[in-house]
């Protein structure tokens, strides 16, 4: 495993880890290990998804975002909300009332990642126009699960579209628009995402597929509810800009928004990261190959699920709904008519380069090596009780004999098989006793 | 040329709801030996393939997996019925399946098409009454 320290907002609460086994039990790439009474994260597994943080009963698991604090480091700053944040007041039925909000928090602009993301969606159908492109080609949207295929689909990659996040695309028009609009320095602009996940801020940190991010930093949605929510039913008629974005992009929030607005017959929108991997284990056997586009969402419901995010996320599916309906009538329909051919020109959509592989399960670099060791956890594996309960500290029986294998555990700390081998020395010890008397 | 990992998956017919956990197994087992994401894809399709083979055309068989440094083998051999007329069965979109089958999605005919251009070397022998055993083989490295 490579020891080079990689950057994750999804981090652990040293001090309020109980050392139970709940986090332990829902992390999908098997990243969690109790050790010495608390959890551990480890770092080439992690994909940011956020499960244990909204499992953890102490709120041990936390995701790290940045403080408004930062803000003051930028002369000018803007703010982009991801739709996701519209479903997070019921109320509202006009997305002004938002933006104006924003701006009432102190920041100097709004730009909406809705219509980063009506751009990425005319970028999307332009680009699965090449019939080279490996079916199903799979979206880049949601940075848990290019990571996920990172990790645990590695063949997969070849079929990750090649186009940025709307939060990056929005991030470099966002800047652009400003710096001619103020006639200011690209530096002068802080540009902040407000996120529904730790996996974007994440992607901010340590981007997929790009060098750098345009984005500065990523304020939690949960701090900007708490703010925002005082101050939106003061907010007047008048001051409202209008929205930006079309219904298609505002419509991203949810799973399925995606895929409604490239307008996709043979898609699969799927929601919820155990669900992604289902279908993603489908898609490798081949299964669904007459799929022509695969949407996944890690958290249930897309982003409006995103641990970072306040409201229900059934609450706030039903509120972006509404407001996709209200927009539907004045947004063009195809996603050509919605951004014109200048913007994709000017602005950078396409990634830099390919998103690299990250066999975290390899078990050995040499192929030998690695089919002795499995030898020997198969061996391990038979000699377990397989009732996966985690006192051990390893998600599975399963993943204690590969950490055995490995030389990050040792047999005993099973304790049935200590319960047992203590079992076998008592029985000894009486017939010693007797054989004694 | 020594096999060092030997794995074998019993397969019954027509029991669906395991169907596909051989396959899963033997993918995980793969990409735990850091066999490439290339020869990856390949053994993941052909691997399913064969093990609906089993379920929905066999009476029962056993699939099975070894792994040298050199290549990855994968041995289908069934307890029946046998295939009358492998060329015919060798054709794409040639299929036998019932409606269970074909009601679950399954019987488009690209099965044993499928796994021959996905496997490097591809064998297949089968008598009726007796069985049919396929034999694949995917060089690594």
């Known amino acids: ?437 | 040329m020594s096999t060092l990992l030997h794995a074998e998956y019993p397969v019954d017919a027509e029991d669906y709801t395991r169907a596909g956990e051989a396959s899963a197994d033997i993918k995980r087992k793969l990409k735990q030996l850091g066999v490439s994401a290339q020869v990856l894809r390949r053994v993941a399709v052909a691997s399913y393939e064969v093990e609906l083979n089993l379920v929905i055309h066999s009476m029962g068989g056993t699939l099975t997996l070894e792994v040298s440094p050199e290549r990855v083998r994968l041995i289908s051999a069934d307890r029946g019925p046998g295939i009358p007329n492998v060329e015919l069965a060798m054709r794409e979109g040639w299929s036998t399946a019932n409606e269970t089958a074909r009601s679950l999605g399954f019987g488009a005919g690209m099965g044993l098409p499928n796994m021959k251009r996905n496997a490097d070397e591809f064998d297949i022998e089968s008598e009726v009454g007796r069985g049919t055993t396929i034999r694949m083989g995917f060089l690594l490295g």
Request: neutral net charge; contains cysteine.
């Open chain 1, 1 to 437: 495993m490579d020891t080079q320290a990689r950057y994750h907002s999804v981090r652990l609460e040293k001090e309020l880890c109980k050392g139970c086994t709940n986090c332990l039990m829902h992390c999908p790439t098997e990243a969690i290990r109790v050790r010495k009474g608390r959890a551990h994260i480890l770092d080439e597994r992690c994909i940011d998804c956020g499960e244990c943080i909204r499992i953890c009963n102490y709120h041990a698991k936390i995701a790290a975002t940045d403080s408004l604090e930062m803000l003051k480091r930028f002369r000018y700053t803007v703010a982009l909300p991801a739709p996701s944040l519209y479903g997070q007041f019921r109320s509202v039925t006009d997305v002004g009332v938002i933006l104006a909000g924003l701006k009432k928090l102190g920041f100097d602009d709004v730009f909406e990642v809705a219509r980063g993301a009506d751009v990425v969606s005319r970028a999307i159908s332009d680009r699965m126009r090449d019939p080279t492109l490996p079916r199903p080609i799979i979206s880049s949207a949601c940075p848990t699960v290019v990571r996920l295929i990172q990790v645990r689909f590695p063949d997969l990659l070849p079929n990750i579209l090649d186009i940025r996040q709307p939060m990056e695309v929005a991030a470099e028009i966002a800047r652009s628009e400003f710096c001619s609009k103020h006639s200011c320095a690209p530096e002068d602009v802080g540009v902040f995402f407000i996120t529904p996940c730790p996996a974007k801020m994440t992607a901010i940190r340590s981007p997929l597929g790009q060098s750098r991010s345009a984005v500065d930093g990523a304020i939690s949605m949960m701090e900007i509810y708490s703010l925002l929510r005082p101050l939106i039913s003061h907010i007047q008629k008048d001051e409202t800009p209008e929205g930006t974005s079309t219904a298609y992009g505002i419509g991203w929030a949810t799973s399925s928004g995606e895929t409604k607005s490239i307008f996709q017959e043979n898609a699969l929108s799927v929601d919820g990261i155990q669900n992604c991997i289902r279908v993603l284990e489908e898609i490798e056997n081949n299964k669904l190959s007459d799929l022509t586009f695969f949407e996944g969402n890690a958290c249930v419901g897309g982003c409006v699920g995103g641990p970072l995010t306040f409201e229900n996320n059934y609450v706030a599916k039903n509120t972006i709904r509404k407001l996709v309906s209200n927009s539907l009538l004045r947004s063009p329909q195809t996603p050509r008519d919605r951004v014109p051919p200048s913007t994709l020109n000017k602005y950078p959509v396409r990634m830099e380069f390919e998103i690299e592989p990250h066999s975290v399960m390899k078990l050995d670099d040499d192929i030998s090596v690695a089919m002795q060791k499995m030898q020997r956890m198969n061996e391990i594996i038979d000699s377990l009780p397989g009732y996966d309960c985690g006192s051990c500290g390893s998600p599975t029986c399963r993943a204690f004999a590969e950490d055995i294998v490995l030389g990050y555990a040792n047999e005993m700390e099973c304790i049935h098989k200590l319960k047992d081998r203590l079992q076998n020395m008592a029985e000894q010890m009486v017939e010693l006793a007797q054989t004694k008397r």
